[in-house]
T-cell receptor
Framework: NAGVTQTPKFRVLKTGQSMTLLCAQD?????MYWYRQDPGMGLRLIHYSVGEGTTAKGEVPDGYNVSRLKKQNFLLGLESAAPSQTSVYFCASSYSAHEQYFGPGTRLTVT | GENVEQHPSTLSVQEGDSAVIKCTYSDSASNYFPWYKQELGKRPQLIIDIRSNVGEKKDQRIAVTLNKTAKHFSLHITETQPEDSAVYFC????????????FGKGTRLSVIA
């Protein structure tokens, strides 16, 4: 059981470039989440999904898009990266809307 | 929507002392309150949680208390050890199916040996 995995672990982008972060879970969880973590700001929810084919906006969705085409995968896209999107991104999954299991994180720097 | 406030933002204690972190929430419908620990450079991990039908829960040196009337809950760590040094996050959510957790901003706990 790998749990929750994230790809890539690190990435440096130039302003305006695009990229996709991949989250995968092998626990058959219905719920998946994308957070960003910035110093002093805690964990802020970007988008989440309550099942395959569904997505919903969280607290800070602007500048990001997501897709959940397969139950085990949740993709986070940045269409045109901005320096304000420099952050550590965590994916999480859960069986219900409660206990969440986090991935190892992706450290993204936008220059 | 739900709003979770967490205090203090930083906390330093001597090894062996107790540490208390407090959170308040705004939505009276919230009934699930977990605490996560995040060590430096690592992912957040659940350490304890409590549901609204329980006032207190203990797991070895860690305990959580809940006061639904006042809408606040607290994490208590006794006999602190250096390995307790980490950032702790509280969170809250309702049991209404699809409501995700709302996290506090975190408390950085330093245990000084």
């Amino acid at each position: 059981n790998a749990g929750v995995t994230q790809t890539p672990k690190f990435r440096v982008l130039k302003t305006g470039q695009s990229m996709t972060l991949l989250c995968a879970q092998d626990m058959n969880h219905e719920y998946m989440y994308w957070y960003r973590q910035d110093p002093g700001m805690g964990l802020r929810l970007i988008h989440y999904s309550v099942g395959e084919g569904t997505t919903a906006k969280g607290e800070v969705p602007d500048g990001y898009n997501v897709s959940r085409l397969k139950k085990q995968n949740f993709l986070l896209g940045l269409e045109s990266a901005a320096p304000s999107q420099t952050s550590v991104y965590f994916c999480a999954s859960s069986y219900s809307a409660h206990e969440q299991y986090f991935g190892p994180g992706t450290r993204l720097t936008v220059t | 929507g739900e709003n979770v406030e967490q205090h203090p933002s930083t906390l330093s204690v001597q090894e062996g002392d107790s540490a208390v972190i407090k959170c308040t929430y705004s939505d009276s419908a919230s009934n699930y309150f977990p605490w996560y620990k995040q060590e430096l450079g690592k992912r957040p991990q659940l350490i304890i949680d409590i549901r609204s039908n329980v006032g207190e829960k203990k797991d070895q040196r860690i305990a959580v208390t809940l006061n639904k009337t006042a809408k606040h809950f607290s994490l208590h760590i006794t006999e602190t050890q250096p390995e307790d040094s980490a950032v702790y996050f509280c969170a809250a959510s309702s049991n209404s199916g699809n409501t995700p957790l709302v996290f506090g901003k975190g408390t950085r706990l330093s245990v000084i040996a």
